[in-house]
T-cell receptor, first 114, second 114 residues
Framework: KNQVEQSPQSLIILEGKNCTLQCNYTVSPFSNLRWYKQDTGRGPVSLTIMTFSENTKSNGRYTATLDADTKQSSLHITASQLSDSASYICVVTGGGYQGGKLIFGQGTELSVKP | DAGVIQSPRHEVTEMGQEVTLRCKPISGHDYLFWYRQTMMRGLELLIYFNNNVPIDDSGMPEDRFSAKMPNASFSTLKIQPSEPRDSAVYFC????????????FGQGTRLTVV
């Protein structure tokens, strides 16, 4: 069964600290993996997209890694800011289609405290 | 571009009533998706269109749900009759072939059925 599991479910950190969110998937065949940030009351916004051949990708203070062999990905946030408080969703696309069969993780709820 | 535009942002309706959610995708995008997000199940794909044609509606919960895309710039998701368990946030998203597979989400419609 194609699944995407994220951990932890929720995380509280102090402003300025780093944190790492985890994503494990069992989707096969694999096309790409995305991390989305969803602020409360808003739609998800894409942070990074990685295909099978990419191991790491950065977007400002966000760095995503992908290990296609172990089917694991992580999202590292450096020097967290209050505005980083949001839900972070790992999304895996299976098969050859670019965006139809997105399989979503349940998300990690990050709270950054002053 | 204003992004994916959904209306209304919030909808409260009584059980049994018909509800229509609307979406305007980003101009030039040839894929349109309808997702539902709940606390229990996260984000779920309901249906997606390619060039206005429904491709996969296997995620539509039951016959009470229907979606149409009469032209490239407009889509509707209709629930008739609505039930309390339909309460969720409904997202519309769009993407375009060959651009790096980024899917853009709208702000969502929060539906409450009482």
């Amino acid at each position: 069964k194609n699944q995407v599991e994220q951990s932890p479910q929720s995380l509280i950190i102090l402003e300025g600290k780093n944190c790492t969110l985890q994503c494990n998937y069992t989707v096969s065949p694999f096309s790409n993996l995305r991390w989305y940030k969803q602020d409360t009351g808003r739609g998800p916004v894409s942070l990074t997209i990685m295909t099978f051949s990419e191991n790491t990708k950065s977007n400002g203070r966000y760095t995503a890694t992908l290990d296609a062999d172990t089917k694991q990905s992580s999202l590292h946030i450096t020097a967290s800011q209050l505005s980083d408080s949001a839900s972070y969703i790992c999304v895996v696309t299976g098969g050859g289609y670019q965006g139809g069969k997105l399989i979503f993780g349940q998300g990690t709820e990050l709270s950054v405290k002053p | 571009d204003a992004g994916v535009i959904q209306s209304p942002r919030h909808e409260v309706t009584e059980m049994g009533q018909e509800v229509t959610l609307r979406c305007k995708p980003i101009s030039g995008h040839d894929y349109l998706f309808w997702y539902r997000q709940t606390m229990m199940r996260g984000l779920e794909l309901l249906i997606y269109f390619n060039n206005n044609v429904p491709i996969d509606d296997s995620g539509m919960p039951e016959d009470r749900f229907s979606a149409k895309m009469p032209n490239a710039s407009f889509s509707t998701l209709k629930i008739q009759p609505s039930e309390p368990r339909d309460s969720a946030v409904y997202f519309c998203a769009s993407s375009v072939t060959g651009t790096g597979i980024v899917t853009f989400f709208g702000q969502g419609t929060r539906l409450t059925v009482v």
